[in-house]
């Protein structure tokens, strides 16, 4: 199970709303002053910030800091779904392209529609896999 704290932000009903923050390499780092990558990450200022709702039996507050999991089937198989698709989906158009046409503008062409296509099918369909219970993170803890 990966696990991550994150802070309260809202609960009601057995519902609670948390906030987390993703890890950077960039906040370890000795040579943070001068390195652009960590320019670049913080110009997108809440980038890594993520709220979730979770399900919890007992009452919580806001600003209690709590550890949330999630389950590594589920985000290997979201990974899956995110990279190795869409790449197979390119590999599969270009290699059929020349089937198509000769002329390498609507090869070119059909290999991005075909990737696109993928990207939004991939889109439409994590929607759905987000509601389900696999997919969604617990609250495992109160930590403070």
Known sequence: ?????????HYENGI???????????????AQNSCGMASLS????KRGEHIFTVESMMPLREGQVVEIGLEEKSMLFSALLMYIVPLVVLLITTG??????ENELSRATVIFLFTALS??????YTKKLGQQ????????????
């Open 1 to 9: 199970m990966l696990k991550e704290s994150a802070i309260v932000i």
């Open 16 to 30: 609670a709303k948390v906030k987390c923050q993703s890890q950077s390499a960039c906040g370890q780092c000795a």
């Open 42 to 45: 913080e110009l997108n200022g």
């Open 96 to 101: 059929l392209s020349h089937y198509i046409s």
């Open 119 to 124: 990207f939004a099918l991939i889109k439409r």
């Open 133 to 144: 219970t696999a997919f969604q993170p617990i609250l495992l803890r109160v930590l403070s």
